[in-house]
């Protein structure tokens, strides 16, 4: 049972229970996710945890899409590695580069998938931990150094360094929108993380023009954003 601890941290950054009760077609949906809740624990890799996932095929709830989000991060190569990530991004000090390389994906493909079902899971959480993967693999896109073998941290340390000072239109919106998609969900309404929050607050601190909500700023906010974390 390899990834039963990755399993388990993700849905803690939920704040709903996948067990639920009523009449008979609920209950039956009760036990399809139970069944892809005990699947995923035992998966070994990711196409074993994608299995698991057709096991609720037929569900849309916000529960299903809990699984679904969690089961996207298998693609991360070392539970711990995340794990570590997560306990970092819940603890003063830690590097944005650090948290960013390990939550990196190996496809922008894979990265935008668990990003939406994140997203449809209607966890604060989940949803900005999606949008920080989504975003570390924008990032690592660009720099082209995905599958080089070489430290996570100090590709990612690299590649912000790099856009803050020849900044990239283009990756800046795609940041930016990112982040504006979760912002008001899981920062605004209720901090999900107070450390990461705080760190997109103090970047959006910097140019009092800023409305998180404007697509038409989501360039300059993910500017802001990597010159941010370039720094911290």
Known sequence: ?????????????SCTSLLLTGCEAEQT???????AQYCLDDAQ???????????????????????????????????ANLSQALNTMNESGGSSAGVLGVLA???????NTTFEYCQD??????QLLGAMAKTATILNEYGGVLGSGGD?????????????????????????????AVYTASCALTVSNE???????????????????DPADAETIGQLLLEHWNEN
Not at 105 to 111: V, W
Not at 121 to 126: A, F, P, V, W
Not at 161 to 179: C, F, M, N, R
Not at 196 to 207: K, N, R, T, V
């Open 1 to 13: 049972m390899r990834f039963s601890k990755l399993t388990a941290t993700l849905l803690a950054l």
């Open 195 to 213: 450390d990461m929050c705080g760190s997109i607050d103090e970047a959006l601190a910097q140019d009092g023009t800023i409305d998180i909500n």
């Open 45 to 79: 890799s990711e196409s074993e945890a994608d299995t698991c996932m057709t096991k609720i095929s037929g569900l849309n709830s916000e529960r299903a899409n809990e699984l679904r989000c969690a089961a996207g991060f298998y693609q991360v190569a070392s539970p």
């Open 105 to 111: 994906f190996d496809t922008r493909e894979r990265a």
């Open 121 to 126: 899971s209607g966890s604060e959480g989940l």
């Open 29 to 35: 949906e009760k036990d399809m996710l139970a069944e």
């Open 152 to 180: 996570p941290e100090a590709q990612l340390a690299a590649i912000l360094q790099q856009l803050s000072t020849v900044p990239d239109g283009q990756v800046a919106e795609d940041v930016g929108s990112t982040i504006q």
